[in-house]
């Protein structure tokens, strides 16, 4: 069975600060990966994806991610936080069939 | 175009009652997916329905949890009889598409069920 680890449940990082999240994935196969945003109190929001091609994938208020498929890997970066950043944000996979396996999640708080 | 709603917002429940979750996929969207988020952990997947079948129920608990997603009106999970453990954030997502397809999941903002 696949999974998703994120390494880093907390992170406080100051405004301006850059942002690396880890991603790994358990999967010998094709997977297509993404990253969500959790802002307190909303829903689940797509930052980023990946399916194919490029494998640096740039997402919506300046994040991007790169799959490195030897490291089994897709850490979402930020070159620079801002206070509105602070969320939860998690690291999903999807290989065959259509259900998404999420890693448990990292809290991100950005100190103005 | 309305997002994927899901009501109630929260739900408390006594032990043994049970608990209705709704959920009315994005306009368009004929493919759903219920995910339960306990505490201090990532989304579980329940289970995968499209209009009228299941496709994937490996996610759900063998015993009290059931799902339909009829021809009209929203996606239904149900849990009978209620236990604390089943306290817990349940989230809807849609699809125009399954299948291996490029579509993104789209997420509800969840159903807070509280079992006292």
């Known amino acids: 069975a696949q999974s998703v680890s994120q390494h880093n449940h907390h992170v406080i990082l100051s405004e301006a600060a850059s942002l690396e999240l880890g991603c790994n994935y358990s999967y010998g196969g094709t997977v297509n990966l993404f990253w969500y945003v959790q802002y307190p109190g909303q829903h689940l929001q797509l930052l980023l994806k990946y399916f194919s091609g490029d494998p640096l994938v740039k997402g919506i208020k300046g994040f991007e991610a790169e799959f490195i498929k030897s490291k089994f890997s897709f850490n979402l970066r930020k070159p620079s936080v801002q206070w509105s950043d602070t969320a939860e944000y998690f690291c999903?996979?999807?290989?065959?069939?259509?259900?998404?396996?999420f890693g448990t999640g990292t809290r991100l708080a950005v100190r103005p | 175009n309305a997002g994927v709603m899901q009501n109630p917002r929260h739900l408390v429940r006594r032990r043994g009652q049970e608990a209705r979750l709704r959920c009315s996929p994005m306009?368009?969207?004929?493919?759903v997916y219920w995910y339960r988020q306990l505490p201090e952990e990532g989304l579980k997947f329940m289970v995968y329905l499209q209009k009228e079948n299941i496709i994937d129920e490996s996610g759900m608990p063998k015993e009290r949890f059931s799902a339909e997603f009829p021809k009209e009106g929203p996606s239904i999970l149900r849990i009978q009889q209620v236990v604390r453990g089943d306290s817990a954030a349940y989230f809807c997502?849609?699809?125009?598409?399954?299948?291996?397809?490029?579509?993104?999941?789209?997420f509800g903002p969840g159903t807070r069920l509280t079992v006292l």
């Open positions: 999903a996979v999807k290989s065959s069939g259509d259900k998404l396996t």
């Open positions: 306009k368009g969207h004929s493919h």
């Open positions: 997502a849609s699809s125009p598409q399954g299948g291996n397809s490029y579509n993104e999941q789209f």
